[in-house]
């Protein structure tokens, strides 16, 4: 399976762990009265001056230049406000798994290829020490990269519960560990590489399926009104309510219809009978007579009792008009 591919861990565990975020200082993040600090556009606030950013030894001049430190993002809205978000259908809940594992498999593989080329620079870095240099050569805790991390996170999944074994040898004996470890991240990335071509074909295949009715995002709850409204019961007692008004009104003309439904476009009586015909054709239930009969129904006797058009049936269902006729009669 996916989570088998990847190696997750057990539910509700984050891929962060605890010490990290034990070294940010959140608390005074949300001591902040954000609430007074000066407005940027529409839903940011400018922090203030006097908080001090916790210090990050993964960033690089580019970061610095791109990555934002000053504004925090302020929705406008607040606990009281009566706005809902949309229930998302089950099959927008398809489109959202689907795009959330390929997210998942490209960050579990990015980070095995950075893990990857920092040990093949180690790699090279020890192929030109001296025998005397090789021997005293140590790794730190960032193990040849740039993130203390990132190389922990991959060689974490790959190992599991001997990963800090693994690591340890990585910065205490690097010129034994280093080539194994590398070998072993390698082979991990060609064996995701070929599974992500499965997976391909896979997602491709759900995201056909379920795009287009994704998209449909009523669908649900009118399918569901409207089976109450159609109901026998729901029909009846419309027709029992408003007869009783017009018994309270004491009226001197009871005798019209109760309920009373205008078609100006007679077209749409084909397109309900085509569609229920549909229906009735994929129906394993149903015996090859009844789907004749039914069609007949649909396509020449309620187009008579509505006075209009007849639909079309084939030559094997023109035998059945006998049949009809003598249900009308």
Not at 28 to 46: F, H
Request: glycine residues 4%.
């Amino acid at each position: 399976t996916f989570q088998e591919l990847i190696s997750l861990r057990g539910p509700g565990e984050v891929i962060i762990p605890k010490s990290i975020y034990d070294q940010n200082d959140t608390d005074s993040m949300i001591s902040i009265d954000y609430g007074s600090c000066s407005q940027q556009g529409t839903s940011y606030r400018s922090v203030p001056r006097s908080y001090i950013p916790p210090a990050c030894s993964g960033r690089t001049l580019l970061c610095k230049e791109v990555l934002n430190d000053h504004c925090v993002l302020f929705p406008t809205f607040t606990d009281e406000s009566s706005s809902v978000a949309a229930k998302k259908s089950v099959f927008e809940e398809h489109m959202y798994k689907i795009e959330d594992e390929r997210f998942e498999l490209d960050i579990v593989m990015e980070v095995n290829l950075s893990a990857i080329r920092s040990l093949e620079s180690v790699q090279l870095h020890m192929n030109s020490l001296t025998p005397e240099q090789l021997n005293n050569f140590q790794l730190d805790d960032q193990l040849g990269g740039q993130s203390t991390f990132t190389q922990r996170q991959a060689v974490q999944r790959i190992y599991g519960e001997r990963a800090s074994e693994i690591i340890d040898g990585l910065k205490r004996n690097p010129r034994v560990a280093v080539p194994i470890v590398l070998k072993r991240l390698k082979s991990k990335d060609e064996e995701w590489r070929e599974s992500k071509k499965n997976f391909e074909r896979f997602w491709k295949e759900q995201s056909e399926k379920y795009y287009l009715k994704s998209l449909d995002y009523m669908g649900i709850n009118c399918k569901n009104s409207d089976g109450r409204i159609i109901r026998n019961r729901h029909l009846l007692n419309e027709i029992e309510n408003i007869k009783e008004e017009r018994d309270q009104q004491l009226t001197p003309n009871n005798n019209q219809p109760h309920l009373i439904y205008s078609y100006e476009d007679l077209s749409i009586l084909d397109d309900a009978a085509s569609l229920i015909i549909f229906l009735v054709k994929r129906q394993m239930t149903f015996a090859k007579e009844d789907k004749q009969n039914i069609k007949k129904i649909m396509y020449q006797f309620l187009p008579d009792f509505l006075f209009a058009p007849r639909g079309e049936l084939s030559d094997d269902e023109e035998g059945i008009l006998l049949y009809c006729t003598n249900w009308i009669d």
